[in-house]
């Protein structure tokens, strides 16, 4: 099972840019989360969802955009890249039960410049 | 609002010996208590969690975390260290005010020296 694939692993973005991170997985999960990891800060939910086409805002939603079309892909856009944004982002999953754990994939590392 | 500490950013210990990484927590109800390990550029992987029942809860790879609700801590430990251990953990919580959804800890790196 390949689980949560995200897509790319790495990018780099000039200030301005735009771009969409893909998150997919294959373990018919509701439930799929976007966080973001920056160092000694832990991981800050920035959208999730709880099925297709239904999405709701996290901790830190600004600047970032979600949809939910299917059940197995979640991808997140990042309209006017900025420096702030350079972090590395982790896409999960669930199934709706909300005593199960996460399932992780491994990352995108990205870097605004 | 929740939230979860994790009073050390580093643990050091020699393998063979005992391995503690400690959480603490603050919720409004009652808390849903994971533990993640993360590898070096990969992803969160689950360890274990505790929902209710027995304080002790036995995870995977030897790791096993006690739930104290007196003192709303959930510390993460393993009788005997391996260097193979050495990672960064991170402690979550949910609970029902929050629609279950994870607060995540800052992280504690662990080091196990041969």
């Known amino acids: 099972n390949a689980g949560v694939t995200q897509t790319p692993k790495f990018r780099i973005l000039k200030i301005g840019q735009s771009m969409t991170l893909q998150c997919a997985q294959d373990?018919?999960?509701?439930?799929m989360y976007w966080y973001r990891q920056d160092p000694g800060m832990g991981l800050k939910l920035i959208y999730y969802?709880?099925?297709?086409?239904?999405?709701d805002k996290g901790e830190v939603p600004n600047g970032y955009n979600v949809s939910r079309s299917t059940t197995e892909d979640f991808p997140l856009r990042l309209e006017l890249a900025a420096p702030s944004q350079t972090s590395v982002y982790f896409c999960?999953?669930?199934?709706?039960?909300?005593?199960?754990?996460?399932?992780f994939g491994d990352g995108t590392r990205l870097s605004i410049l | 609002a929740q939230s979860v500490a994790q009073p050390e950013d580093q643990v050091n210990v020699a393998e063979g010996n005992p391995l503690t990484v400690k959480c603490t927590y603050s919720?409004?109800?009652?808390?849903?208590l994971f533990w993640y390990v993360q590898y070096p550029n990969r992803g969160l992987q689950f360890l274990l969690k505790?929902?209710?029942?027995?304080?002790l809860v036995k995870g995977s790879y030897g790791f096993e975390a006690e739930f104290n609700k007196s003192q709303t801590s959930f510390h993460l430990k393993k009788p005997s260290a391996l260097v193979s251990d050495s990672a960064l953990y991170f402690c979550?919580?949910?609970?029902?005010?929050?629609?279950?959804?994870?607060?995540f800890g800052a992280g504690t790196t662990v080091t196990v020296r041969a």
């Open positions: 999960a999953s669930s199934p709706p039960q909300e005593n199960q754990p996460q399932h």
């Open positions: 373990m018919n999960h509701n439930y």
């Open positions: 969802s709880v099925g297709a086409g239904i999405t």
């Open positions: 919720v409004s109800g009652n808390p849903y």
């Open positions: 505790y929902i209710t029942g027995d304080n």
């Open positions: 979550a919580v949910s609970d029902r005010s929050n629609d279950y959804k994870l607060s």
